[in-house]
């Protein structure tokens, strides 16, 4: 096997989406004194792996990615408290259109209180984002989509299970018709 993290600290919480012959992979690193999301893209099949990048790159402790891939576009998602640190989570996302080489600056798609165990799918130029969130006192599941290929994400999120006891464990996919 091979060391695609190439991390002298821990790396956890591996993701994995392909489109053809690339595979993308996402985990947490710990570098020193934060977790961050790191990527890393094959083209050849898994045979051979781009260096790690850090695409979430900021003062706050980043975790729980997930990766989708359509076409060129590669989509990831995670926790992140870069907005107040040690406070409170929220839902990042950042997008590449060239196949994983480049991605956007990280954008915090949900702006609230306690945010966790964010899913992803995509479709085409759609993206669904679901996760749980405790900003109603209790835990429940919010959804936010975007219909130009992850630049812009809907707001404010819909709470989905709306309910006064707790909701967890969510997950989402997404088809064509």
Known sequence: PDNISE????????????????????????????????????????VTFSEPDNISENIGSSSEPQI?????NVYVVWIDNADNPGVTNDIFSARSIDGGQTFSEPDNINENTLSE???ISSEGNNVYVIWTDFTPGNYDIFFSFSHDGGQTFSTPPDNLSNNTGDSFGSQISCSTF
């Open 7 to 46: 991390n002298t600290g821990g790396s956890f919480e591996p993701q994995i989406s392909s489109e053809g012959n690339n595979v993308y992979v996402v985990w947490t690193g710990i570098v020193p004194g934060n977790g961050d999301i790191f990527f890393a893209r094959s083209t050849d099949g898994g």
């Open 68 to 72: 989708s891939s359509e076409g060129n």
């Open 117 to 119: 165990l964010p899913q």
